[in-house]
């Protein structure tokens, strides 16, 4: 166990998610359903080491919101970057990115998923392993 | 220091807030801040033991989500109802309601705000010690 993980997560670890759209162990708690008032969708989103989504874009945007572990976050033509507990990424609706765990850590994250009435995501190709160790 | 408590807090303190709308030492720190294309304000909030703020609503809404320790939350009407770390509770447009520690834990929830084109807080009267304990 890493240093940086709680000792208690803070939601149960929820669904394993779909393997059409991820590599590796991935566990999908819903907080909250979309609605007419918040037109949101809230999860808490457990990557086990070394497992990440497929690149994606969502039509409405997502702000992420490091809660434990260590992860890494990358944008369509930029480098892969870490993510730390605390961290906080804002993602522009349209915007190319995969986001996963480290190799070595576990990895949390609570997604945010505002302007849902446009859509929640689109799903793109898997994250290869070249792609992935390229940090 | 209670159990329920995470050793390594996920994110700093932040800024001390106002004793005009708090009872208590409460600690808030901005996440994001409020832009055109998702009008949404995300803040992570500390009280200490006892703390809490004044009765207020929001004409967006909120959504808590409780990260650490053990707080209490209120609707205007309604008892007063104990809350838990990997709580989330959905308050409506325009509801009466006030939230904070319970006075024996730390309790840290982060708050999102959406529609705030719409307004984000409205503070009211403070929550009376009566109030308060009459749980």
Do not use: C
């Not at 039509?59 to 990358?74: E, F, H, S």
């Not at 892969?80 to 522009?92: A, E």
């Amino acid at each position: 166990m890493n240093n940086s993980e709680n000792l208690i997560p803070i939601f149960p670890k929820g669904e394993k998610a779909s393997a059409d759209y991820f590599v590796g162990n991935v566990w999908i708690k819903n907080l909250i359903p979309a609605d007419e008032t918040f037109h949101m969708v809230i999860g808490n989103v457990v990557f086990e080491p070394g497992a990440r989504n497929n690149w994606h874009t969502h039509p409405g945007g997502q702000i992420l919101i490091a809660t434990d572990g260590t992860g890494y976050y990358q944008q369509r033509g930029s480098p892969v970057q870490i993510v730390r507990k605390g961290d906080v990424i804002i993602i522009s609706p349209g915007i190319e990115h995969w986001h996963g765990a480290s190799p070595n850590s576990k990895f949390t994250h609570i997604a945010v998923n505002p302007n849902v009435q446009n859509g929640i995501v689109d799903w793109l190709q898997k994250v290869t392993d070249e792609e992935y160790n390229n940090i």
